[in-house]
């Protein structure tokens, strides 16, 4: 029951350009792939001394990527990164500088910005995650409603009422701060205020 400005969209806005601000949360990470791409080649030709493209549709500055990750573009890995072995990016991810993914961890379709974390095995599908996030072990976010015959995502906002998003494939949008703990589950179209706190083995089920 809380509003987009609670989530502080600046950050998601600065990265992904003004453009993003006129689209709903769910209508961005359909369009991770396709940005991502655009604005390799674009950084790229800005600055080749401080970008390269590592793999197609993969760039990245000044990452640390380990061996045994696996990477599979279009995939924009910011400066002073830290991929762990094991872990697994897809479908469209854009991480954005000092975001640290630690063993075991799955991204796809996800915008991650400055200096969050996911410890270890995480998974974090078709979500925007803020600046300052800390995922313990194991928490994982869910987009997609596997046990409902109607699959469509619908989200709590500021004034109390479920809204409709049109969209079957919908994680979450998680503010700046936020601190998620071992083993909890945010259902599809969980919506963080920035600093929230979601205990460990907590369950979110804001569209009950």
């Known amino acids: ?25 769910w209508a961005l990470p359909p369009q991770l792939a396709e940005r991502v791409l ?12 401080q970008w390269r493209r590592v793999g197609e549709g993969v760039w990245h500055a000044s990452a640390t990527v380990e061996a045994g990750a696996v990477i599979k573009g279009p995939v924009l890995i910011g400066p002073g990164c830290f991929i762990a072995a094991g872990v697994t ?48 072990a194991g928490a994982v976010v869910a987009n997609h409603h596997n046990e ?5 995502i619908w ?15 919908f994680g979450a949008l998680v503010g700046d701060g936020c601190k998620i703990g071992a083993n909890a589950v945010l259902s599809p179209g969980t919506v963080l205020a920035a600093g929230a706190v979601v205990p460990r083995l907590g369950l979110v089920a804001q569209d009950a």
């Not at 640290?100 to 078709?126: M, Q, R, W």
């Not at 989200?155 to 494939?169: M, Q, S």
């Open 148 to 152: 409902r015959v109607d699959k469509r």
């Open 38 to 49: 655009l604005a390799g080649d674009a950084r790229l030709r800005a600055d080749p001394t």
């Open 155 to 169: 989200v709590r906002w500021a004034d109390g009422a479920l809204h409709d998003t049109g969209v079957t494939k």
């Open 1 to 25: 029951m809380i509003s987009l400005d609670a989530c502080d969209l600046a950050g998601w806005v600065a990265e992904l350009g003004a453009d993003a601000a006129q689209l709903a949360p």
């Open 89 to 136: 990016l897809r479908g469209g991810v854009w991480l954005a500088e000092r975001v640290t993914l630690g063993p075991g961890c799955e991204l796809k379709a996800t915008l991650v910005l400055a200096g969050s974390a996911l410890a270890h095995f995480n998974y974090v599908g078709d979500s925007l995650i803020g600046s300052g996030v800390n995922f313990e």
